[in-house]
């Protein structure tokens, strides 16, 4: 028998910039330990370093020359943290989003499960007994080991505290002295940074007025009550930890350690009741899915249902046939508001089976989660985007809520697209799972066209309530000036408030105004490192870029022409509050977009407001758009109609469409019938009319058939390279190469009958941001293969590119957002 027939190796994905996965050797007593999914210790380079196992071998991988593979030193956890399925999932983003495989395992964990571990050395036995003679024998210990352990008593742990003593405690383990030991500090003490700063006093005004950033900072703590995390902070405000320490300093605010926020922290608690009884429309689509549920078979369900027809109530019983089978179930919502809505309804029903997961958790909360979930403990997650890759052992189903909406895309680093990657676990699992909404995604609906997919349907609203009544108000026949809020809006709002009713209007844009513009010579106000315009925010009154989050006092004079001619241009959610105000001086309003609602917490206090009729009108951005259910909505006013269609993106007009209806179907959700007014410029264009009409399955036949006239997706597949660089000259250069590349990869393709077509190269839309210039180019197959094969070869050839080193390249794969 040869040294090497009985040797096993491990495929490891560290946890460190490297983006390659490692092989290394498994010594015979870490055989039984280490498996796929648990953590290990191995060395690399002078270091160690925490990885995740992804695979065993009996034969070594094949390796260039002749390497001596090191061997992994400690086994971390005693089960695997990631279960084989996911893993398996990760392999695939890997190859489908071009991905490096280390970096996606690392970024689905929790920020605990990737802290590197602090090294303690613990007397042993053997070491005691030394010990004990050594110091009968009044033998000279070494001067620092000796304070550490006590002489008697429970084995004591010590710390190496630089390298000199790292150095001796390790001969002292190759003499048997000690034995090492890892410990996880928590990660919430590991963030040195979870402090709590609160409001003492407010600062004088003319202190605040020296400063936008303090201003703003103030006003962050006292939206949030007084208090907030300095981590939070940070988020809203880049310059948040000077200005933070600076009043301590001055004595306007005081930091304090954070309280831990393990559980669910932001849902309402609902008297618990009987679940209602199905209707039978309900029951239908029950009855189709189970027995996939109970026969583990996988199966693509899209669940076409009307806003307020009774989707969740759906969730929730499938939800519950899965537990009663003894799996357990992911339902995936497209936002944290929406979550915290869903997670009330859900423990009520589940209890402490459920884990939600979002980012209003704390570190500490999520390492507690995805615990619970990993030992069985919780059987249903409720959480956005990155919780499919939730480790839940013997899953059943999969519910993606909202199956349309574009949060589901991330459009940073891994740009993954959560309802995708969610139909290939199932498949991978053999599960059905459920895509639902009031406005499928065209890529749904055309996989029911191939057959892919089951459709269901629920066409009435529950207790047959209406849905609402749609009219477009033509703003080109508004008379006078401009009124963010034309005639018929205003008498309606009128009337609602007077009986009694809630309003909900909807902007997406946030701010005050646009931008900012000199009247005397036309100049616009754009961020500095950004080709954008800075958008005005009266609250604190600054201009900001909504793209770098680049902050401005607002200039008395134009910087250009030095004439006090400056006027805010266009509106947001800032301004409509603003006229609301002044229209309606008794209404109690509730604004809520990122500036409003900047924090979790703060989110959740408003839309309670709305629940709790403490507001009369609700104003927001495509927060509040999407599946909330707020029985009291009997108005809902669309400002402006047009802003979704200047997208510059074939998708535009699905966008606005599915926005329209969503908003819409925030009306008449109780007793009583809801109405929606629609403003808008352009009222015969088709997106406007297809809301008009509410039919949003004929909008799809007409719209999938224009995509396929001009080959659009879904009918094609896309690939987005985006290249930036600091230098304009070198991105343009580093452009045309790389275009080069492609061109040639796309001609060989086409001798391999791989038809392959290249859209641009071009500037970017948004052609600078954060100081990097931008130019993209697509590449466009027929078949998911052909794009791969595309894109494989491109990046094979472009890695000769010596001048692609000096700018990135991100390769975005079925993109979303084309800026
Ligand atoms: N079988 C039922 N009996 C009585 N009430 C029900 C039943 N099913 C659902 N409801 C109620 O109907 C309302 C609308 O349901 P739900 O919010 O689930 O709609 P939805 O289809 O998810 O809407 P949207 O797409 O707009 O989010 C809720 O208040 C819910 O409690
Ligand atoms: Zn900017």
């Known amino acids: 028998m040869t040294a090497a027939a009985s040797e096993t190796y491990a495929e490891i994905a560290p946890f460190t910039a490297i983006s390659k996965n490692l092989h290394y050797r498994v010594p015979g007593e870490l055989l039984h330990d280490v498996q796929p999914g648990v953590r290990v210790l191995v060395p690399l380079g002078r270091r160690e370093t925490v990885g995740l196992v992804l695979a065993l071998q009996g034969t070594p991988p094949p390796l260039e020359g002749s390497i001596r593979f090191k061997s992994v030193k400690a ?181 304090e350690a954070a309280r831990e926020i393990r559980e669910s922290p932001y849902a309402q608690t609902l008297p618990a009741c009987e679940p209602p009884a199905l ?208 005639r018929p809006l205003q008498a309606a709002v009128e009337k609602t408030l007077a009986d009694g009713n809630q309003v909900l209007l909807f902007l997406n844009r946030r701010g005050f105004a646009t931008f900012y513009l000199c009247r005397v010579c036309g100049t616009v106000h754009q961020c500095p490192h950004c080709s954008v315009s800075l958008t005005y925010h009266q609250q604190d009154d600054t201009l900001r870029c909504h793209y770098c989050g680049y902050e401005a006092d607002v200039p008395e004079a134009c910087p250009r022409c030095g004439e006090h001619a400056l006027i805010p241009f266009g509106f947001g959610t800032e301004r409509v509050a603003e006229e609301v105000g002044k229209l309606f001086p008794g209404a109690r309003i509730a604004r809520i977009d990122r500036d409003s609602a900047s924090h979790p917490k703060r989110l959740v206090e408003l839309l309670n407001d709305v629940r709790h009729r403490r507001a009369d009108v609700l104003i927001g951005t495509q927060m509040v758009a999407k599946g909330h259910d707020f029985e009291n909505i009997t108005l809902v006013g669309v400002i402006s109609a047009d802003t979704a269609l200047q997208i510059a993106d074939f998708r535009a007009g699905e966008i606005t469409v599915q926005l329209l209806l969503q908003v819409a179907g925030r009306a008449g959700r109780g007793d009583q019938p809801g109405e929606v007014l629609v403003q808008t410029f352009n009222p015969d264009h088709y997106t406007i009319q297809a809301v008009r009409n509410m039919d949003y399955l004929r909008f799809c036949e007409e719209e999938l058939k224009a995509r396929e006239s001009l080959q659009y997706p879904p009918f094609t597949r896309f690939v987005r390279f985006l290249l930036s660089g600091a230098d304009e000259t070198l991105t343009r250069e580093a452009m045309d190469r790389f275009h080069a590349v492609c061109r040639a990869a796309a001609d060989e393709l086409k001798e391999e009958n791989v038809p392959v077509a290249l859209l641009g190269p071009a500037p970017a839309p948004i052609y600078r941001l954060k100081n990097r210039y931008r130019r993209h180019l697509y590449g466009k197959a027929w078949t998911n293969r052909h794009l791969q094969a595309f894109v494989e070869r491109v990046l094979a050839e472009s890695r000769r590119l010596s001048i692609l080193r000096r700018v990135a390249l991100v390769v975005d794969r079925d993109p979303h957002s084309g800026l």
């Not at 690392?106 to 590197?116: E, I, K, M, N, Y």
């Open 75 to 255: 086994v971390l956890d005693p089960r695997p943290v990631v279960p084989g399925d996911v893993l398996h999932l990760c392999r695939w983003i890997s190859r489908y989003y071009f991905y490096p495989l280390g970096e996606i395992i690392r970024s689905t964990l929790p920020p605990g499960f990737q802290l590197q571990p602090e090294v303690r050395y613990r007397l042993t036995g053997a070491g005691k007994a030394v010990l004990e003679r050594e110091r009968r024998g009044r033998k000279r210990l070494e001067p620092w080991f000796d304070p550490g352990f006590p002489e008697t008593g429970e084995p004591m742990e010590a710390c190496p505290r630089d390298d000199i003593e790292t150095r001796a405690f390790k001969r002292l383990e190759r003499e048997g002295w000690v034995e090492r030991v890892y410990v996880w500090p928590s990660s919430d003490l590991r963030q040195k940074t979870l402090k709590t700063v609160r409001l003492v006093e407010t600062p004088p005004d003319d202190r605040l007025r020296r400063s936008a950033h303090l201003r703003r900072l103030v006003r962050l703590l006292e939206d949030a009550g007084g208090a907030l995390a300095l981590r939070d902070l940070r988020r809203s405000l880049k310059t948040a930890d000077y200005w933070a320490r600076r009043l301590q300093r001055e004595g306007f605010v005081c930091m």
């Open 279 to 486: 209707t039978t429309d309900q029951q239908a689509v029950v009855g189709a899915i189970g027995p996939f549920i109970e026969n583990g078979r996988f199966q693509p369900f899209l669940l076409y249902g009307v806003t307020g027809s009774g989707k969740t109530e759906i969730y929730l019983h499938l939800v519950q046939r899965t537990l009663e089978v003894g799996k357990t179930a992911l339902v995936l919502v497209p936002e944290i508001a929406l979550s915290t809505q869903l997670e009330a309804l859900f423990r009520r029903r589940f209890g402490s089976r459920l884990a939600v997961w979002h980012s209003g958790l704390s570190p500490g909360a999520r390492d507690d989660q995805w615990r619970k979930i990993v030992d069985g403990e919780s059987s249903v997650t409720l959480g956005v985007r990155s919780a499919v890759f939730s480790p839940l052992p013997r899953l059943g189903l999969i519910v993606v809520d909202e199956e349309h909406d574009g949060s589901y895309k991330q459009e940073d680093r891994l740009r993954y697209h959560a309802r995708d990657v969610a139909l290939v676990r199932a498949r991978f699992l053999g599960i059905p799972v459920l895509l639902g909404s009031a406005t499928p995604s065209l890529q749904s609906i055309r996989l029911v066209h191939r057959g892919r997919c089951r459709f269901l349907s629920l066409l009435q609203r529950i207790e047959d309530r209406p849905l609402p009544r749609i009219e477009i108000i033509d703003m080109r026949r508004e008379r006078g000036p401009f009124r963010v809020l034309s």
